[in-house]
């Protein structure tokens, strides 16, 4: 079974570049098949879908943040990364990184505990 | 990418049924799975699909479409059904997701 887990600073200032990786373990990010996802969730909030990359396309971005996303793999490290740049107390939150099957689309079937970066100065 | 629309509250008596449901434009569609969500777990998949549901889940999880609503039935409710529920899908152009807000389901 795939394990995932973020990583990242827990504190951000505005205007700064919030970044995080997902560390991907039991699993291969260079396996066929799968979209690796990153999702967030404001406080007290429900889940937004922030955007994913898969092994032989993407990445593909929520369109109110094309312009600050960046979702990257890192193969030889196992590593699912997000750099969401110029962050405002907007981008508070709890991040997780996510594995869809391609197979069976919209069913995660491996989450992230999460991790909660506060954008503060 | 149109999000979907959650009620953010329902309550069931216990034993009894309740609907949750999840709208949006995509879903005349695209189908929505729903996520069983309580605090410190991952979330649990509970119906995906036409209204199928993974082995383990309770077949009194139920699910259903019509045109752009998506629904999650629980007949006959437990306690342990006490948790946050929530629709998961594409949107319109299929390559992107939408997330429902979240039904916080309270059983009295």
């Known amino acids: 079974q795939v394990l995932l887990q973020e990583s990242g600073p827990r504190l951000v200032k505005p205007s700064q570049t919030l970044s995080l990786t997902c560390n991907v373990s039991?699993?291969?990010?260079?396996?066929?098949?799968?979209?690796w996802m990153w999702i967030r969730q404001h406080p007290g909030k429900g889940l937004e879908w922030l955007g994913y990359i898969y092994y032989s396309g993407g990445p593909y971005y929520r369109p109110s943040l094309e312009s600050r996303i960046t979702i990257s793999t890192d193969m030889s490290r196992s590593q699912l990364s997000l750099h969401l740049t110029s962050v405002t107390a907007a981008d508070t939150g709890i991040y997780y990184c996510?594995?869809?099957?391609?197979?069976?689309?919209?069913?995660?079937?491996?989450w992230g505990q999460g991790t909660l970066v506060t954008v503060s100065s | 990418s149109s999000e979907l629309t959650q009620d953010p509250s329902v309550s069931v008596a216990l034993g009894q049924t309740v609907r949750i449901t999840c709208r949006g434009d995509s879903l005349t569609s695209y189908y929505a799975t729903w996520y069983q969500w309580k605090p410190g777990r991952a979330p649990v998949l509970v119906i995906f699909g036409k209204g199928s549901r993974p082995s383990g889940i309770p077949d009194r999880f139920s699910g259903s479409s019509t045109g752009n609503t998506a629904s999650l039935t629980i007949s006959g409710a437990q306690a342990e059904d006490e948790a946050d529920y929530f629709c998961y899908s594409r949107d319109t152009s299929g390559d992107l997701r939408v997330f429902g807000g979240g039904t916080k389901l309270t059983v009295l």
């Open positions: 039991g699993g291969s990010l260079s396996s066929g098949g799968y979209y």
């Open positions: 996510a594995r869809e099957s391609i197979a069976a689309p919209a069913m995660f079937d491996s």
